[in-house]
Structures are given as C-alpha cells and as structure tokens.
C-alpha cells in the first residue's frame, strides 16, 4: 500500500546526538498537551540523560507523557528512572519483553525498531537515532569520534500520521497489559482505542496536525549539522506486519527503479535481498552511478560476515562501496537523482524489512535531496574508505567460507520466520 505524498511540510535535518536531543528537549519543554515517545534503545546515561529529565519535567506540570522502548534495546529501565517516571506521571511500557526464554521464540524477533516522537501533535521527529550518547555503543563499546547518524524535524500534514501509527500500539500495549492482568473488559475497550488514560484521547482529536514553525534551532546543535527547507512534499511510510509489511522497501525500489543518474546510501546494515540486489543492478547496468556509505566496524559475526558476499557481487557490477571510517555509522538515509530523499530508522537488511516496525520520511524535494546529496558527498571523499574489488575477491579461502556460513546461518533463520529473503 503506497503512502501519497502531500504538500506543506517543513523539514530540518539533525546530525548526531549533539544535533537531535537539544532539539528534542526544546520541543518537549515547549509541549502544552501531549508528548509521545517510540524508541529502540533508551541510555540513562551520557548525552541521552537530557531526554529523561525533559520528560519527567514535563510530566510533572502536567502535560501527557507516554514512552515505549523495545524489549531488546532496552531490557530495563532503571530502577532509579521507573520511580521517577511514576512519580511524575510518564506512562511507560516495553514493547514485547524477552521473558525467559528470550529470543529462541521467533515472534520475538519482530522488534519496535523506530525512533518516533511528537509534541501537542504538531511537530515530530523521526529518524535512526536512539536515546544514547553519541560516543556511547552497544556493540562497539566507548567510540572515539560521534557515532554518524540522522534524524528529522517535521512539521505539517505527516505529523497527523506519526500520532496515528503511535496511538495505535499504545493502545494494543495497553490491551496486552490489562489482558495479562486478567482486565479483559479493559483490554477490549484498549483494543477499541477508547478506554482514555488522562485526557490523551479528547486532546489527540482536538490537536490540529499543522504545523507551528520550528522556531530557532538550539544553540547546542550546530548550525554545520542541519539542513532545513519549509514547503516540501513527504510522506511517513511504515513497515509493520500487518498492513504495512513491504511498503518502505517499495518505495526504495520505485526510487531506484526511476533512477536515471545517481543514487547515493548511506546504511547501517547493508543486506539487501533479492530484489533490491536486481533493482540496483539494473540500476547499474543502465549507467546510473552508484555509491554506498556503510559500517566499517565489525559488530557481530552475521552483521559482518553475512554481508560480505553481498558486497562482493554489489563491487564486481561496479558499484562503489565506500566503509565509514571515523567511527560507527548508524545512518538510515539515501538520496535519488537529488530528487527523491529518506530518513528513518530503516536499514535494508531481513531484520527490518521482514520482521521490525519502522518509520522513513520520504520527500521528492530537490532543496532537501541536493543538500543532504551534498553532505553525503563529502562524507564519502573525506571519511569513507572505498572496497577494493581486487582486495574483496582475493581474501583467504577460510574467510570466504566463513563469509558463506554466515550468509547461509542468516536465511536459514529466516526460513523459521516463514520468509525467503
């Protein structure tokens, strides 16, 4: 199912965490009504502490809070933080929590990977950036330069939808929670969308999607950072699994099927299935110009290794792979023909184009694309370390094996999920 495309959209490009949580914590400071968070991964910690405490600050003057974290990125929330939560009023829940035996359920894997927020339903963020200080990683541990990603400012007609597709799983969260609770007459009227929590139902109705400006961007994010058009034409397009399920790698493989000069991606995790792999081949062999900017940094064995024969057949067709050498790359985002341009939390990879919800802005405004075409230029001159073909395809034959066992361990799991990738 297409999302159309409407008019009237301001957009404002954040880089980094430097960039999007002052942004962020001005906007929910400023919030009368309703502030709505969606994350993936949520630190107490560093540079992310600021997010915590704006939305306690606001929940104590009185403004609706909620905030849904993912039960893998952020298997707790700490003690400290839960009783300041519930002492000023944030309505909090984790999206599907592990239970004991975690991730060897397969419906687990299907994870809450967006990264969403409103504010009095007016203006919205979306992006790939989590709720975790820039030099802080996971996998990588403690970065020596900021993680490189991207999230958006949006006001105007889209906003509408990210209070819409929001909405919608916290009342299911809700319906989940009365039913363990053994409240079935709660959990159906959760279900209904009608049992109210404060005034969230009355004030979402009442709340004009429209937007108010953005006003003056934080003196903390940097003015190299950000990237600003007002009048653009967007669209928010989801995936989920249930009516949502191939709509953002749809719309990826229309923009890469128009393509007539370039196309440039900047992503995190890079395993495209078969039919991107074909769309950017005929890309390819029609003489558009090709540029990836991916992780350079080894994460894990599948992350890593299950890639590798990709990118082997991506550089022998004559696409440039350039690896970001800085520090991690996180970055959801890809520009065509400085015409058609996306952010979000989407990387083209099984896990999220088959089993997470996610979220993408995609815009068909030159201003915007040609922009972030520029910054994603210099990155690739200045900070991205090209592939070698002749390097790729001479590696040891024990690498390549392992590559291969990785590649074969990934559609293997896949297979137990009911789907080919």
Request: glycine letters at 8%; one cysteine or more.
């Amino acid at each position: 199912m297409s999302t159309p495309l409407r008019d009237g959209h301001q957009l404002l490009l954040l880089q980094g965490g430097d960039a999007f949580f002052p942004a962020l914590v001005d906007a929910v400071d400023a919030a009368q009504q309703v502030v709505h968070v969606e994350t993936y991964i949520f630190e107490f910690q560093g540079s992310a502490l600021m997010v915590a405490q704006a939305l306690e600050r606001a929940a104590r003057r009185g403004v609706a809070v909620r905030l849904v974290v993912d039960g893998v990125g952020t298997p707790q929330v700490p003690p400290e933080w839960q009783q300041r939560f519930d002492a000023a009023g944030v309505a909090w829940r984790t999206y599907s929590p592990l239970g004991r035996l975690g991730l060897l359920i397969p419906s687990r894997w299907r994870r809450l990977h967006r990264k969403l927020c409103v504010v009095d339903g007016t203006v919205g963020f979306c992006g790939g950036i989590n709720l975790i200080d820039d030099l802080d990683d996971v996998a990588l541990g403690r970065l020596s330069e900021p993680r490189l990603d991207y999230a958006l400012r949006v006001a105007g007609p889209l906003v509408q939808d990210m209070v819409e597709t929001m909405d919608q799983l916290w009342w299911r969260l809700q319906a989940v929670r009365a039913a363990r609770q053994r409240e079935f007459s709660a959990a159906w009227e959760a279900l209904r969308g009608s049992r109210p929590v404060g005034d969230f139902s009355r004030l979402l109705r009442k709340i004009e999607a429209h937007a108010r400006g953005f006003g003056t961007p934080s003196a903390d994010a940097g003015e190299s950072s950000l990237i600003g058009v007002d009048g653009a034409r967007a669209a928010l397009v989801l995936r989920d699994n249930v009516s949502h399920r191939h709509d953002i790698e749809r719309a990826y493989l229309k923009a890469i099927g128009e393509a007539r000069h370039e196309i440039v991606i900047a992503n995190a995790y890079f395993i495209p299935g078969r039919k991107l792999r074909r769309a950017l081949f005929f890309a390819r062999n029609r003489g558009v110009r090709i540029r990836l900017l991916l992780q350079g940094r080894y994460e894990s064995f599948l992350q890593y290794r299950a890639a590798r024969p990709v990118l082997k057949r991506l550089v022998n067709a004559g696409i440039e792979v350039h690896e970001y050498a800085p520090s991690a790359l996180h970055a959801k985002v890809a520009v065509v023909d400085q015409r058609w341009a996306t952010v979000g939390s989407t990387n083209l990879d099984p896990l999220s184009l088959l089993l997470a919800r996610e979220a993408n802005v995609m815009t068909t405004d030159r201003r915007f694309s040609s922009l972030l075409h520029e910054q994603l230029d210099h990155l690739m001159r200045t900070a991205g370390t090209r592939v070698d073909a002749l390097a790729l395809n001479a590696r040891p034959w024990h690498q390549r094996l392992l590559d291969r066992f990785a590649f074969g361990v990934m559609r293997t799991v896949l297979f137990l999920t009911g789907h080919r990738y």
